[in-house]
């Protein structure tokens, strides 16, 4: 059963943007927080930006000002907008959702930034 489902990744220049979408099943996402991880090649995962059911949003210190996070509860949906990209921000990124509902994870989307 699949409860994730991302999109939106690609191959973009430096300074140029991506968005991300993750769909999930309406079980979880309306009592489960959403958040993106990315994992770089050789490096471990780590968390792009979070944001609960009441739309507080947290942010990796690298990502502020330049990546923001949302939720369009009526869609079962989870944005990332990325802007500015940096080749180091070249990543497999990950949707997660955890909470009351458990925690999942997607499959993973490419995002590659080329300087």
């Known amino acids: 059963q699949v409860h994730l489902v991302e999109s939106g990744g690609g191959l973009v220049q430096a300074g140029g943007s991506l968005r991300l979408s993750c769909a999930a099943s309406?079980?979880?996402?309306?009592?489960?927080?959403m958040g993106w991880y990315r994992q770089a090649p050789g490096k471990q995962r780590e968390l792009v930006a979070r944001?609960?059911?009441?739309?507080?949003?947290n942010y990796a210190d690298s990502m502020k000002g330049r990546f923001t996070i949302s939720r369009d509860n009526a869609k079962n949906t989870v944005y990332l907008q990325m802007n500015s990209l940096k080749p180091e921000d070249t990543a497999v990124y990950y949707c997660?959702?955890?909470?009351?509902?458990?925690?999942?994870w997607g499959q993973g989307t490419q995002g590659t930034v080329s300087s």
């Open positions: 309406s079980a979880i996402f309306s009592i489960n927080a």
């Open positions: 944001i609960t059911t009441r739309c507080r949003t």
């Open positions: 997660h959702s955890e909470g009351r509902a458990g925690s999942y």
